[in-house]
């Protein structure tokens, strides 16, 4: 298991490189620089700027020097916020963002798994009809239409929740909960279909000609083996949960990792920009070598 792991970070080399190298030209390519303003800079102003930050360095200069830094832990200066550096901003919003993405992806996996296992045991019934109707709406339905639905009913017409910033607990229910709906219509579909399939595999007849209790066949028998497939599915919601958590951020003003981003795409804020790219491909990597560690340890037939 360790030497996988070991193969694994290894193999996240290239990929991080190959991220960051796109990631560096397209930006680049971009039209505009961060230094368009409505107001034309006095030309040494700008040729101090350009200066300050290498920007009238080559292309190929300015890559080099980037690899460098990275190479050597420094994301560089943000062009945004001139008395920070990216390092530094990506400090403050991991917290957040962090904070977000996990409370989404432990919600979507209570109630995906809680619904699945619902639907499943009443298959072919009224209850099994209604989630999965549920939750082929919230697979259907983009979280940016979600978001304002939500704020509209509970934050403008009720009352009952904020509908943005980040000053108590609160302020994260709403988020929260559009985050994870996506999750949970996909969780609670694969764990239908696959407690259903356990359910009717000769184990579990085994067992209940042993006269086993109901309840213990579930828990001990069917729940572990039809769990499989949801922890495999566990990396990509993690992707989609962190790159959907940029836009999440950016709709009720949470001050994370995605609203950063954001901000530093639209004032081309290279370093912002980038770096948040970079952490974020980091952050899906380990998360995914994470999920494949669970999945070896649930289920001891897979090797690596």
Known sequence: MLSYALRRAIAAIPTLFLLVTLAFFLIRLAPGGPFDTERQLPPAIEANLQQRYHLDESLLQQYGR????????????????????????????FPVSFTLGGCAMALALVAGVGFGAIAAVNHNGTVDYVVMTIAMLGISMPSFVLAP????????????????GLESWRHFILPVITLAAVQIAYIARLMRGSLIE???APFIRTARAKGLPMRAIFLRHAA???LA??????????????????????IFGIPGLGRHFVNGALNR??????????????????LNLIVDLLYAWLDPRVKY
């Open 269 to 286: 804020d290279y370093t912002l920009a980038l770096g948040v790219v970079l952490f974020y491909g980091l952050l899906v990597i380990v």
């Open 198 to 200: 356990v359910l009717s």
């Open 149 to 164: 639905l939500l704020i509209l009913w509970l934050a403008v017409y009720h009352g009952w929740l904020p509908a943005g």
């Open 224 to 226: 572990p083996a039809a």
């Open 66 to 93: 980037y690899l460098w830094g990275i190479a050597r832990g420094d994301f560089g200066p943000s062009f945004q916020y001139p008395d920070l550096t990216v390092t530094q901003l990506i400090a403050a919003g």
């Open 229 to 250: 497939p949801v922890v495999s599915y566990l990396g990509p919601a993690t992707a989609g949960i962190v790159t959907g958590s940029v836009v999440i951020e950016t």
